[in-house]
């Protein structure tokens, strides 16, 4: 079975890590078997789902890994066609590492603001060693939590510009869906015409990143 391995990351907390990551998992198990790997030593993707009723479960497993997580995610990409690992805020240890040397992909979301994005400079850093071990990765940012009402300012684009890591067109709007989603412990696949605009947001994200 070829299988996708996503590690969602960033090195600071804040930025919608799990958020994106639920969701995603959600919209890709629509397409394929997933499994979402809580590699964030808080668990918030394993407090997500324990949120859902029996009723309407999550669509994908979420589990920890107690070996070695590179090891692991690889074990697991016999049996999912997609692993989204939901990696710790930061880059120190090796859990980061880990994900990234076995990743096809990397995302990283980023509040909508310059003083953030450019925080994520080290991301680059950290990109650059670990293509030396797995040198196919592709990294994109995702801006997350835009204003509705306002497109990304002048400055958010200059400073997108400045960072080493190519940036999605397709972002994640401030909804109060996604809130609700985690509350409920579903996706906001699951949570009908009002989560309709931000499951369309979701699907964008696959699509540019996976189908286009």
């Given amino acids: ?41 808080q668990g918030s993707a394993g407090h997500w789902v324990r949120m859902s009723s029996d009723e309407r479960p999550f669509p994908t497993s979420v589990i920890s890994v107690a070996g070695p997580l590179n090891r692991e995610v690889e074990r697991f990409r ?13 880059l120190e240890g090796a859990s980061a590492g880990a994900a990234m040397s076995v990743a096809d992909t990397v995302l990283i979301p980023v509040l909508p603001s310059p003083v953030d994005l450019w925080g994520s400079v080290r991301m680059s850093r950290g990109l650059e060693d670990a293509r030396l071990r797995n040198p196919d990765l592709k990294a994109f940012i995702v801006v997350n939590q835009v204003e509705v ?38 996706s906001v696949y699951d949570l009908g015409k009002p989560g309709e605009p931000a499951a369309a947001e979701v699907e964008a994200i696959i699509q540019e990143v996976f189908e286009s």
């Fill in 78 to 90: 016999r049996d999912y066609e997609y692993v989204i690992v939901d990696c710790p805020p930061t």
């Fill in 1 to 41: 079975m070829s299988s996708k391995v996503i590690a969602v990351i960033n090195q600071k907390g804040g930025t919608g890590k799990t958020t994106l990551t639920m969701n995603l998992a959600a919209g890709l198990a629509r397409r394929g078997r997933a499994l979402v790997v809580d590699a964030d030593p």
């Fill in 149 to 186: 009402r306002n497109a990304l300012s002048r400055a958010m684009r200059h400073a997108l510009m400045e960072i080493d890591i190519p940036a999605l067109d397709s972002s994640l709007k401030r909804r109060a869906i996604y809130r609700r989603a985690a509350l409920e412990g579903c």
